[in-house]
């Protein structure tokens, strides 16, 4: 039995989300893989660093680059519990991600929206790993926030 599958690194990702989720913050959580290794951990942290940009992708992007001491990601793989906006999108292009794995879509804001590709043409996308306790998690934050 394989210990590292996109279940388990989603699993990890969705820690990340509940991190947020304590900070009030929009719950979204990251990890990057690298050879099947935890390369870099995030969540969003927008509020927290008052910085629109602050998302989890960007911020786990960041930290791999940093850990790897390149600035391109493209033996990587992006985890994350929520499909990426268009500013994250663009960012996985320019690091030339390899794989990109999200759970929930985001019917509102998500890349996939926009009809010319953004992501990097060799980035390869799988969907909906961990979706529903993404989409339960974001739910009950916005419900929360609303009451």
Known sequence: M????DDYFM??????ARKALELGEVPV???????????????????????STAHAEMLAVTAASNYLGSKYLNECTLYVTLEPCVMCA????????QQLVFGASDVQRGYSLVSSPLLHPR????????EQESKVMLQEFFKRLRA
Request: proline share 0%; net charge positive; glycine share 8%.
């Open 123 to 130: 980035t390869v996308v799988k969907r909906g790993v961990g």
């Open 2 to 5: 394989d210990l590292y599958t």
């Open 29 to 51: 959580g990251a990890v990057v893989v690298c050879q099947n290794k935890i390369i870099a951990r995030a969540h969003n942290q927008t509020e927290q660093l008052t910085d």
């Open 90 to 97: 663009g960012a996985l292009h320019w690091v030339q991600l």
């Open 11 to 16: 699993r990890e990702a969705l820690k990340e």
